[in-house]
Nanobody, 117 residues
Framework: QVHLVESGGGLVQAGGSLRLSCTAG????????MAWYRQAPGKQRELVAS???????NYADSVKGRFTIFRDTAGKTVYLQMNMMNFDDTAVYYC???????????WGQGTQVTVSS
């Protein structure tokens, strides 16, 4: 397992932008699958975006066209650029990593994102 540290959450007004980052520990080799999830109070955790070692990127329909996931060249940091945000984006956002999308066994502590409408 890899220790992941998230940052970048905060308060933003509707229509604004935030960029989240998640950095893996030194033991992380890079090139593994990484993803962003979010969970709002009273709701199930949902996959927001993911990127695999092969470069395959997927987005939830609700964020497609507004959010962008990308990682640094070393593969140790994954980012989530969130644009045109709305109230429904309010949630705790978690990053996850693993050998592949079927084995995301490392998780960050979560970072709160709040959008004011």
């Amino acid at each position: 397992q890899v220790h992941l540290v998230e940052s970048g959450g905060g308060l933003v007004q509707a229509g604004g932008s935030l960029r989240l980052s998640c950095t893996a520990g030194r033991s992380f080799f890079g090139g593994k699958a990484m993803a962003w999830y979010r969970q709002a109070p009273g709701k199930q955790r949902e996959l927001v975006a993911s990127i695999t070692m092969g470069g395959t990127i997927n987005y939830a329909d609700s964020v497609k066209g507004r959010f962008t996931i990308f990682r640094d060249t070393a593969g140790k940091t994954v980012y989530l650029q969130m644009n045109m945000m709305n109230f429904d984006d309010t949630a705790v956002y978690y990053c996850a990593a693993g050998e592949n999308m079927g084995n995301l066994n490392s998780w960050g502590q979560g970072t709160q994102v709040t959008v004011s409408s």
